[in-house]
């Protein structure tokens, strides 16, 4: 079965590789399965499983034709012979009808229950299936994220143990940063069979490493360049040679590397920056983390990415929770438009996501049940203060004109997006073994 093309209608702004910049949003769509087997699906805790036409016209009367939209792999792929599109056809109907360009986020950190984690070998293939399949029956997607945060997705699923997998080792670590990046080829490759002109978002967390003291200052210097791994090896390049070895202490030799130098590929690629308040760490000797008393800021960080990969990039995600988002999105908002002026890449600015989240406080680990004001609109669906201010950002985008935002209060945001979430991670296991830099 095919799902035809809408009917024509008023073109959207452009999102190109060599030009454009747009004003999008996302829909949370995280499914991690977390301690005793529960799935943490945003989906349904957010109310939008059962909204999904209410939301998504909510999304386009706010003048945004841009959307990252996440697809439920773990209820599509649940059965391993065969592909429920039951409910993903309703939700790609109601955004196809309302005329907003998707950025079909295929993967965002859970996996079908016969799957063991992102680390499974098997995952490779099964998303090759999934992504293929799903080009086939949505040919007029253009825009892709095959899987999102490959990075943070292993770190949470395989290195602080508290999703899916659960692991807390480098080895369970590697597995599940090197699979993620294979199932992201695999399904690029599948995509630009189906659609030559396709586009593709990898997004992941825009983190930079600073040393505490003199004696993290190589911990902290691996830990930077370990940060464009996902993209180097989606991307068909050799990692820096830190991490090369790394990953041979690890499991992943020469021959796997060479698949990715063959198989890999940049090609439509855009580099996602998803930039939070808890992006920028100071870096201990002993391999734990806590959050820098001065943030440099999402431009500085934006700016070493781009030196790193030479790719265009969208800041592809980023939000605050509760009265101070307004002050965040001018923040965040200006400093992307003077990465514009200075002549660089980017291509747009996601506040991600359009519907507050339920439970990030504690990194989805606890079903609370508590709501995380950090979206443009809250669960009620009505607005927050910073989801006006988008909207008129939005509607001026239509029309190619980008202002900067006034910036309401002079006092630096140093915390995190969600208030506990630094605490959290910060007191979580060790980031990296110290023999990852022997």
């Known amino acids: 079965m095919t799902i035809p093309a809408p009917a024509p209608r008023s073109p959207a702004p452009p999102f190109e590789l060599d030009y454009g910049f747009v004003v999008a949003t996302g829909i949370e769509c ?58 993903t056809d309703r939700a790609m109907g109601a ?33 090759r299936r999934y992504a293929a399949a799903f080009a086939d029956r949505y040919p ?11 990075l943070v997705g292993a770190t949470f699923s395989a290195r602080t143990g508290w999703w899916n997998e659960r692991g807390t080792d480098d080895r369970t670590f590697v597995a599940a ?9 695999a399904a690029s490759e599948e995509i630009r069979m189906r659609r030559p002109d396709a586009m593709f978002v990898q997004s992941d967390g825009c983190d930079a490493y600073t040393p505490a003291s003199v004696s993290a200052v190589t911990l902290a210097d691996f830990l930077n360049a370990r940060r464009f791994l996902p993209y180097q090896l989606v991307y068909g390049r050799r990692p820096d040679e830190r991490v090369v070895a790394w990953l041979a202490q690890n499991g992943v030799g020469e021959d796997r590397l060479g698949w990715f130098a063959e198989h890999g590929s940049s090609e439509g690629c855009i580099v996602g920056h998803d930039y939070y308040a808890g992006n920028e760490w100071l870096v201990e000797e002993s391999g734990r983390l806590r959050p820098v008393p001065e943030r440099r800021g999402y431009a500085a960080i934006a700016r070493e990415y781009h030196a790193g990969l030479d790719v265009p990039f969208f800041l592809s995600e980023t939000n605050f929770d509760g009265d101070r988002a307004p002050d965040w999105l001018a923040e965040t908002w200006n400093e992307a438009l003077q990465l514009r002026l200075e002549g660089l890449p980017i291509r747009g600015f996601c506040w991600y996501g ?53 910036v309401e209060s002079v006092e630096a945001i140093h915390h995190s997006v969600i208030p506990t979430f630094d605490e959290v991670l910060g007191n979580g296991p060790t980031v990296v073994s110290s023999d990852a830099v022997a």
């Open 354 to 406: 359009f519907v507050d989240h339920v439970d990030w406080d504690s990194c989805l680990r606890f079903d609370a049940g508590r709501q995380n004001q950090c979206g443009l609109v809250g669960l009620d669906r009505q607005p927050h203060p910073v989801g006006d201010q988008y909207r008129a950002l939005a509607e001026a985008a239509r029309d190619g004109i980008f202002r900067p935002l006034p």
């Open 177 to 185: 940063i090197v699979e993620s990046a294979a199932a992201i080829v």
């Open 30 to 87: 995280s499914a991690p399965l977390v301690a005793g087997g529960i799935r943490q699906d945003e989906l349904v805790k957010t109310g939008h499983w059962d909204a999904v036409e209410d939301d998504v016209a909510l999304v386009a009367s706010y003048g945004i034709r841009y959307l990252r939209y996440g697809i439920p792999f773990h209820v599509v792929a649940r059965d391993p012979r065969s592909f429920d599109w039951a409910w």
């Open 140 to 150: 007029w997607v253009r825009l892709y994220t095959p899987v999102n945060e490959p």
């Open 95 to 127: 955004v196809r009808d309302a005329g907003i360009e998707p950025i079909a986020d295929l993967v965002h950190f859970g996996v079908p229950d016969h799957l063991d984690g992102f680390g499974d070998a098997r995952l490779p293939d099964v998303v």
